[in-house]
Every structure is written in C-alpha cells, then in structure tokens.
C-alpha cells in the first residue's frame, strides 16, 4: 500500500509544477526513505525466477492453485489493468490474463488481495468495495459480497479464508477507510478496520452473511493504515500488518473473536512498511511466521517462531524489492520439492523461491506439511 501522508502533500505543493506527472511526485517521496539498514545475520538468497513485468499492471498480490490435473498456477492481482495475471507456478510463463475493468461479475475495479483455497478464488477489489468468488480452473464468477447494507466496505484490501466444517468458510477482509482529505481517521472510528463473513456453498448456490467488524480504537491494539493479514486457526489468532509510518511499525495480534490479544509482533524489527505475511506450518504446531519488510532501497523478510513470536531472523532476495503482498506454499510441485515462496517485485511481477532453500539457508527446522 503506498499511503498518501501528509509528508507527501507537502512536497508536492513545494516541489512539483502544477500539470507534473504523479511519477515525479513518488521520486521525490524516495528521497525521503532511510537508508538500508544493517540487518545481523541477513541470508540473501537468489530468485528461481521472476515473471514477465509490466509495470502498467502494478501488481500487488499473489496466491497459488494446486489442481486435480496437475495444474500448479500461480495467480496474482494487477490493480491499474484491472485484472489476474495467471502463470505457470513452475517456471513463470505466462498462462492467461482473466477479467476487465467494470463492475459486473467476472470484471474487476482495483484488485488488491487474492486468497485461493480449494477450487475457489476469492478477489478483494478496492474500487469495486467487495470481495469477488470465482471457481477454478475457468476463473467462472459465482458471487461477491461485502459491499451491500450500512456496514459495506469501503476501502478494503486484504482478506485471509479459513476452510470450516463441510462447504463453509470464514473469511476475514481488512478495510483502511480514510477521511475525506485521505488522512487516518480519528481513533474513535477505528472500530471497523476488520470485517468477519460467513461464505457458504448452498445447493442453490453461494451467499455470505457479514458476522462482525472490529478494531480497537484506543491502546497497543490500534489498527491505524491496514491491508495485510493472516490467520492461524491452531493458536486462533489472526496477525494484521499495521503500516502506518509515524509510530512503531509492527504486526498486531488479534484472537479469531476479534479481540485484540495483547500481543504485537515484530515491534524493533520492521524498518519500512510491515507488508505480506504467511505462515509455514507443522502438524505438531511449531512452525514459522514470514513477513515482508517492504522498502524501496532494501526488501526485507522476517521469520518469527510460530508458537512464540519472537524474531528469528531475515533474509532477501537478489534483486526482489518493494514487496506487497506474499504467498507461501508447502505443496510439492516440480523444482519445488519442499514448496514455494512468493513475492510481489516493485508493483510489476512475481518473484519465487525454493522453500526448501529459504528454510536450510536460514537454518529453520522443517516438516511436513499437516493434512488439508
């Protein structure tokens, strides 16, 4: 997310001519960046690959599908072209591209986040304010929800879906509404920067009932600038990245009722914006949380112990920066025997990595992965 600060305002009334490209604007906003930072026992590692770029597309997340015939895809959001870009999760070529901009089913206003599970791909759509449900393999548009009633979405970006008894699912989708001059809203009003669904898979088809908004407006808990989050239904909790610049950057830990636990993760640690999280897990619940670290002169991502949340360490990619969203795999899938781990390259592809590599570079225990 690249949040409009007031920072930013400043320097382009000072420094921009009116009728200048908004480029310019983003320069000079680089000026302004720390420099890198040492980061102790940093692992660099090189990228198996990245996909095609075109930065018209500005991409911001991905997620990978695992089909029944063999398929290994790899499926990534691009917000300005209003579509999905659709690769071979293998080696990156290019598949196919779904979707135009406009507001029917089947078409895209601003994708953001993107979550795969089963045979279904959920899509968050900025512009559009709701969260999109297609079928794979043939992207079929089946519903959308979040954007109906006095509680719609207004600004969402991120969503995280947890797999429930039979054909149900819950799906959590943050939501960074802004005042009307696009500043942070007053404490107060930050009681709704997560809303809680319940998807459900009928013999007449799909529909989803909106069970709770939260966010706490006052203390450690508060959710100031949102897109990011992630869930972990063994230890019920769900970790929201919480970007904002002008105060510790950290990721806040909220239990699955949507209280906030107490805990922050990775406070110290984040030297830019806390971004894309997953989680790579173990059947006997060990396992390790990622984050990516998303800066433009250096691109970080953190490991922290599952169970404990303390920092483990970090490690980079060759070439990969400005990292949004991320997505982790443990499935197998040809050069990838261990799984995979991916990463949006400054808003114009994909990168990926061999899980296997990241995890014995880093010295991190590994494991199988638990049963679907």
């Not at 779904?98 to 045979?119: K, M, W, Y």
Request: glycine share 10%.
């Amino acid at each position: 997310m690249k949040h409009r600060t007031l920072r930013t305002a400043l320097i382009t009334a000072l420094v921009i001519p009116l009728g200048a490209c908004a480029s310019l604007t983003e320069n000079v906003e680089d000026l302004f960046e720390a420099p890198p930072p040492e980061v102790a026992g940093l692992v660099t590692l090189a990228e198996r690959y990245t996909t095609e770029r075109d930065p018209q597309d500005n991409v911001d997340s991905a997620a990978t599908w695992h089909g029944p015939a063999g398929q290994h895809w790899l499926i990534a959001t691009a917000k300005e072209t209003d579509r999905l870009l659709v690769y071979d999760a293998v080696n990156g070529k290019p598949l196919q591209k779904v979707g135009a901009s406009g507001t029917a089913l089947g078409q895209f206003e601003r994708p953001n986040g993107v979550f795969v599970i089963d045979d279904l791909a959920l899509i968050v759509e900025r512009d559009n304010r709701r969260v999109q449900v297609m079928r794979l393999p043939d992207f079929a548009p089946l519903m959308h929800f979040g954007s109906d009633g006095e509680d719609a979405l207004q600004k969402p970006y991120g969503l995280w879906v947890q797999k429930l008894a039979s054909n149900d699912y819950r799906v959590w989708v943050t939501d960074n509404y802004e005042t009307a001059d696009e500043q942070i809203p007053a404490d107060a009003q930050l009681d709704k920067r997560v809303q809680q669904f319940l998807l459900r898979e009928t013999a007449e088809g799909f529909t989803a009932q909106r069970e709770r908004r939260f966010g706490d407006t006052a203390g450690r808990g508060r959710l100031k600038v949102v897109e990011s989050i992630w869930g972990d239904p063994q230890q019920g909790l769900l970790m929201v990245a919480d970007e904002e610049e002008q105060v510790e950057r950290n990721i806040k830990v909220y239990r699955m009722d949507g209280q906030f636990s107490g805990q922050r993760m990775g406070g110290g640690v984040f030297h830019y914006q806390p971004e894309g999280i997953a989680l790579y897990t173990c059947a006997d619940g060990s396992g390790w949380w990622f984050a990516a670290d998303q800066g433009k002169k250096a691109n970080y991502f953190h490991v922290f112990e599952r169970r404990s949340l303390e920092y483990y360490g970090s490690f980079s990619g060759e070439i990969t920066l400005n990292t949004d969203g991320v997505w982790m795999t443990q499935t197998p899938s040809p050069g990838f025997p261990g799984g995979a781990f991916f990463a949006v390259h400054d808003d114009g592809n994909v990168a990926a990595f061999d899980l296997t590599e990241i995890l014995t570079s880093m010295n991190l225990s590994t494991c199988a992965a638990p049963a679907p």
